[in-house]
């Protein structure tokens, strides 16, 4: 059987683990409070109403299309292709390709830094093959302008932070609504992890302080895997209502 990801593919492990697949998404939650085609997600409400909600079905898909043989995966392409053509053409034009890329962007970026915090530093071969996987998922759903190879990836990423970034109401109402569904203590956490991972520019923008407690959080967290406590841990530290689903994303 083809899978869409070799079978010894860095991505499956950064994919396999609930911890990192968090880490990627609380980074890209601060940055795409910022972008400037945030007003998509806004225009079907979803987002707004229940960002935590969003998280899990965007987590569906990308653990969908890494883990899946590769029909299957190309299946699930195509349906969330499918998706966000039919929310073109309720609101009546398009979403910019620059928009696209910018997600494509985030993934790739944030489980390099999520796996680099939490395990190791990455190899070069190691980054071109997360680059090469999301640049397969960015061709699937036929994405102009892509870059070639990971280097050419550094370069676009970098100007796409410079250029597709800004404070914006949809900024302040994302962060509002995070700390609503997550509490004091759970938002708190969330703040420091993503000031932990975003680039410099993401953190100026947002006016990130330097982080104060994560770290040593994240130190006691990795002592508690080596001793098989980490789900426990997990259950204190995760939202109730979402305990259930997180504690799942471990392959």
Not at 50 to 56: A, E, H, K, Q, S
Not at 117 to 143: C, I, N, S
Not at 199 to 209: D, I, M, S, T
């Amino acid at each position: 059987m083809e899978y869409f990801t070799h079978e010894n593919s860095i991505v499956r492990r950064i994919w396999g683990r609930g911890d990192t697949i968090l880490f990627i998404f609380a980074g890209a939650s601060a940055e795409f409070a910022l972008n400037k085609a945030v007003d998509w997600l806004y225009y079907t409400g979803r987002l707004p109403s229940d960002p935590l909600g969003r998280l899990f079905s965007t987590v569906a898909y990308a653990r969908k299309i890494v883990f899946a043989e590769k029909q299957a995966a190309h299946n699930a392409i195509d349906a969330m292709a499918a998706i966000h053509s039919g929310v073109e053409q309720a609101r009546g034009y398009s979403i910019p390709d620059w928009a696209y890329r910018d997600v494509l962007f985030m993934l790739i970026d944030y489980s390099i830094r999520s796996f680099e915090v939490l395990e190791r530093k990455l190899t070069a071969t190691e980054k071109e093959d997360v680059f090469t996987v999301f640049y397969r998922v960015g061709a699937r759903m036929g994405l102009k302008g892509l870059p070639g190879n990971y280097a050419e990836w550094e370069v676009m990423r970098e100007s796409h932070i410079k250029e597709n970034l800004q404070c914006s109401p949809y900024t302040a109402d994302l962060f509002k609504q995070y700390r609503k569904h997550l509490g004091f203590l759970r938002y708190k956490l969330l703040v420091e992890v993503q000031t932990l991972l975003v680039p410099q520019h993401v953190k100026e923008l947002l006016g990130f302080k330097p982080v104060i407690i994560i770290k040593p959080v994240i130190s006691f967290y990795m002592l508690s895997r080596k001793l098989q406590l980490d789900r426990l841990l997990k259950a204190v530290l995760l939202p109730p209502l979402y305990r259930k689903e997180i504690l799942a994303l471990d392959n």
